[in-house]
Nanobody, 114 residues
Framework: QVQLVESGGGLVQAGGSLRLSCAAS????????MGWYRQAPGKQRELVAG???????NYADSVKGRFTIFRDNAKNTVYLQMNSLKPEDTAVYYC????????WGQGTQVTVSS
């Protein structure tokens, strides 16, 4: 049973920064491509950043140049560094594999005020 626990969200002013963390237990973490997703009220969940087991990164156009995904396989943790935050980044953020999703965690709320 894999458990994903996201943390690090909060309330921040536009232009500010946050770092999200996602700890994964019960899996061979280092072999999995992982991603950060977000879901804003009334919208579908979307993938914003992904990182392969080998460290190759991809980003949604909306966050490119502002967000950085990275991982620490020794800690079974994937991170999302978010800079230059905008009000439209407000959402609940989740992590999961890029394919064959595990059960979703509770997510972490990010609220960006204008």
């Amino acid at each position: 049973q894999v458990q994903l626990v996201e943390s690090g969200g909060g309330l921040v002013q536009a232009g500010g920064s946050l770092r999200l963390s996602c700890a994964a237990s019960g899996s061979i973490f280092s072999l999995n491509a992982m991603g950060w997703y977000r879901q804003a009220p009334g919208k579908q969940r979307e993938l914003v950043a992904g990182i392969t087991s080998g460290g190759i990164r991809n980003y949604a156009d909306s966050v490119k140049g502002r967000f950085t995904i990275f991982r620490d396989n020794a800690k079974n943790t994937v991170y999302l560094q978010m800079n230059s935050l905008k009000p439209e980044d407000t959402a609940v953020y989740y992590c999961n594999r890029l394919r064959s999703w595990y059960d979703w965690g509770q997510g972490t709320q990010v609220t960006v005020s204008s």
